[in-house]
């Protein structure tokens, strides 16, 4: 059974209907990418898994329904969320964000993990005692992301992960997203629109057109399909 | 060199701390009951704008209506102690604890507003507690005004030394301020005082990372409200009495926030200090009844002048302090501290 399976999720804003009934899973230690251009309901997709918006469908996480629930019982439950535009608090220190991502813990080990997330990100290490707004782009998006890890995820959500980053920071931060799914085997879900990154760590992936999907397939299939090639690879 | 700077400041702090705390030890036994008095005013003002500046400063919910959740405070302790014969110590736990229920009970309704409009539903909250307290009390000659016996402001038997009343309401005071302060910081380290800055800054990260907001802010409510109950306990032991007039309500509400404003919002010292400046700058301009002659037919005594100075004052420093006391004096210290350590060298953090 998959970790996240998703049945005819619609979702929208008051009156305007932006997902109409898509369907998708991820499993278990999967890097899953959503292609699309924009307006087609990549972020509604995330917001609605995360409880940020109204939806109506299945949404299956672990076995357990989290259709309708709010975004911090969904956290609650395992599944982080890097929002776009990263969502640092800027007047937190690096540190405190990264002990407020482990807000649903308990555990005695969360410094453990803060020292493993400061060896993984140095950058982030040597500004530890700094306030996270004074950091660039590239900064944040690596504090969101290692807040987003020290919830201990089983599934981290991505909203567009590259926005505003300049194309050597995004190489990087994909193979860092890479090497995590790879060493720690948490799955991910993916927004982007730098397809050809994003299929480059993604095991499957699917391609949204004005709130349907339109295509699916592995990350080699789509990557090879001419459709999305034309469409979102520029090739 | 951080680590340096840190243990510096540590130590200068550790140093001027207790420096202060000698100093206010010493203070009620060498001075005038009234001014011992004052300074206790000092101490509590400092009490109810450090609630308000969880709720406030790093919560980001503005309230002008804490003088109620004072009053409530206050008039626990002085109907324990007139109608029932408490001692005033032991209503001091009741008055907050009811406190707190009340702040929970506002601050679930509350959370449907936000900003200017929750603002104006606290402020409502200031102008009805006198009416409630109207209706419900029974105090003097059928007043709403609770006078307690002098007898019960005396010290409790147990304590040493022979205190007046005055005496020991300020170390009763400054105990209690020193825990509670202790209390903020706690709170302020912790993992509930991140969630309560996340709320303030960005309200979609906070719940992304589980952060329940309304758990928050409601808890934030009742936490500043507490605070704000046993300074009003406190506040009988001063002055004996507990009431509650309209435009008395209101007032404390407003000086409350313009403590923790002017004392620096969203840090720990901050409305000790601003609490402190409120009360002196009050009293001081309370003092002032000089009629100046150019001014003669337009002001006249100090009923019109005190406000006057006060606001004046407030304006001049705003303008030249705009993040409180303590920012400014943050600012100070980090002006001076760069200019004695030599400069990194170039290159030694710019990005690679």
């Known amino acids: ?235 | 060199m951080a680590e340096r700077a840190r243990r510096q400041r540590l130590i200068v702090g550790t140093v001027v701390g207790l420096a202060i705390l000698g100093y206010l030890l010493w203070f009620p036994q060498q001075q005038a009951p009234a001014d011992v008095r004052l300074w206790t005013t000092a101490i509590y003002f400092g009490i109810a704008a450090m609630g308000l500046n969880l709720l406030t400063g790093y919560n980001g919910q503005v309230s002008i209506g804490h003088g109620a959740f004072f009053g409530i405070g206050a008039y626990t302790t002085a109907i324990l102690v007139n109608d029932h014969g408490w001692s005033l110590l032991a209503t001091i736990p009741v008055a907050a604890a009811l406190a707190f229920v009340v702040g929970v009970a506002v601050g679930i309704p509350a959370l449907r507003v936000k900003g200017l409009y929750l603002a104006l539903v606290t402020l409502g909250l200031a102008v009805v507690f006198p009416d409630l307290t109207k209706k419900f009390v029974r105090g003097v000659g059928g007043t709403n005004l609770v006078r307690v016996p002098s007898a019960s402001l005396r010290p409790p038997e147990w304590m040493p030394g022979g205190l007046q009343p005055d005496q020991w309401g300020f170390y009763l005071a400054l105990t209690i301020s020193l825990a509670l302060l202790g209390g903020v910081w706690l709170i302020v380290r912790g993992r509930f005082g991140r969630a309560l800055i996340a709320v303030r800054d960005h309200e979609a990260a906070a719940t992304t990372v589980g952060v329940d907001l309304a758990r928050t802010k409601v808890l934030a409510f009742a936490l500043s409200a507490l605070y704000a109950g046993v300074a009003g306990a406190l506040s009988v032991q001063v002055t004996g009495i507990a009431n509650a007039e309209k435009i008395g309500t209101f007032n404390l509400s407003i000086l409350f926030l313009v403590a923790v404003v002017i004392g620096g919002t969203a840090t720990v010292f901050g409305p000790l200090i601003g609490g402190f400046l409120v009360v002196m700058i009050q009293e001081q301009t309370t003092d002032f009844v000089a009629d100046p002659p150019f001014l003669s037919g337009f002001l006249s005594g100090k009923e019109v002048l005190s406000p006057a100075i006060f606001g004046i004052m407030l304006i001049v420093l705003m303008y030249f302090l705009p993040d409180g006391i303590v920012g400014g004096f943050r600012r100070l210290l980090r002006r001076i501290l760069t200019r004695r350590q030599p400069a990194e060298p170039l290159g030694a953090s710019v990005a690679p």
């Open chain 1, 1 to 235: 059974m998959s970790l996240l399976e998703v049945r005819s999720l619609r979702a929208g804003y008051g009156p305007v209907e932006v997902l109409r009934g898509i369907d998708f899973h991820v499993d278990e230690g999967e890097v899953v990418v959503i292609l699309g251009a924009n307006g087609s309901g990549k972020t509604t997709t995330l917001r609605a898994l995360s409880g940020m918006v109204e939806t109506s469908g299945e949404v299956v996480f672990d076995g357990r329904s989290i259709a309708g629930a709010r975004p911090e019982q969904v956290a609650q439950a395992g599944v982080a969320h890097v929002p776009q535009g990263r969502g640092t608090v800027t007047d937190l220190t690096v540190e405190e964000n990264l002990r407020l991502g482990a807000y649903t813990r308990r555990d005695k080990e969360v410094g453990t993990d803060l020292e493993r997330w400061y060896e993984m990100f140095p950058r982030l290490a040597e500004r530890r005692q700094q306030q996270a707004g004074g950091m660039s782009g590239g900064e944040q998006q690596m504090l969101a992301i290692a807040r987003a890890m020290m919830a201990r995820p089983r599934l981290v959500l991505l909203d567009e992960p590259s926005l505003g980053l300049a194309p050597l920071i995004t190489q990087g931060l994909f193979r860092t997203l890479g090497d995590m799914n790879r060493d720690l085997g948490t799955s991910m879900l993916v927004v982007e629109q730098n397809a050809t990154l994003a299929l480059a760590i993604a095991t499957r992936g699917y391609v949204l057109e004005t709130g349907e999907i339109v295509v699916e397939g592995t990350a080699t299939e789509l990557a090879g399909n001419d459709d999305v090639r034309k469409a979102y690879l520029g090739i």
